[in-house]
């Protein structure tokens, strides 16, 4: 741990409002990758069941929505901005909700696992600027923006494309500097952990009545369809 924290002094990525959790969310991601080190890894393909997925909370106001906030079933994924099959699967859970016809939405929530991914966390939190500032649409044009640019990830990057969908310097500066921001992607990680995730993405299928069908890694468009087919 102390090496972790060395090299997270050194971080160019994280911001200073950052810095308040990043150390909490750093220890968490740690026991996180280790407690998964003998399934694989901690992100990747697979479907490891959580049986406390209940514990995860139904769509709200505050969510990221792509589609019908009203949809019968919602795709309610703990991501990571920085992890590849995050980027696999984002493309997979769009073309579902895509073709659902307003039954099925999508629900983004952070998982940044900071042991792996240094840019996960400050991704995690200009991201909730730009919904602050810009709206759900923005917000799911960043998302977008990420993942198909996740080796150009920096503090520029993220600034500048942050500041393309709208958000002014003192905007940017001010919501990025806040501890209440960062709380807002801590709370959405300790969700993730509390309900069994062990990896990105994690993914929770959730129905109007409240059954859940959890799954972890970038399982292919099949297998997820027909798990949110079951949920319906």
Partial sequence: MENETNQNKNNPYLIPGAIIVAGALIAASVYVSLSNSSGGGPEGFGNGNSASAENVRPLNDDDHVFGNPDAQVSIIEFSDFECPFCQVIHSTLKQIVSESNGEVNWVYRHFPLTSLHAGALPGSVVSECVARFAGNDAFWSFADT???????????????????????????????????????????????VTAGGQGTPFVVVM??????????????????????????
Wanted: hydrophobic content about 35%.
């Fill in 207 to 232: 129905n109007k009545d409240g059954e859940t069908f959890p799954f972890s890694g970038a399982l292919p468009y099949e297998q997820v369809k027909a798990i949110v087919e079951s949920a319906q």
């Fill in 146 to 192: 990420l993942f198909a640019n996740q080796d150009k990830f920096s503090p520029a990057f993220f600034e500048q494309t942050a500041r393309s969908l709208g958000l002014t310097e003192q905007q940017y500066t001010a919501c990025t500097e806040s501890n209440a921001t960062v709380a807002l992607v801590q709370e959405d990680f300790e969700e993730a």
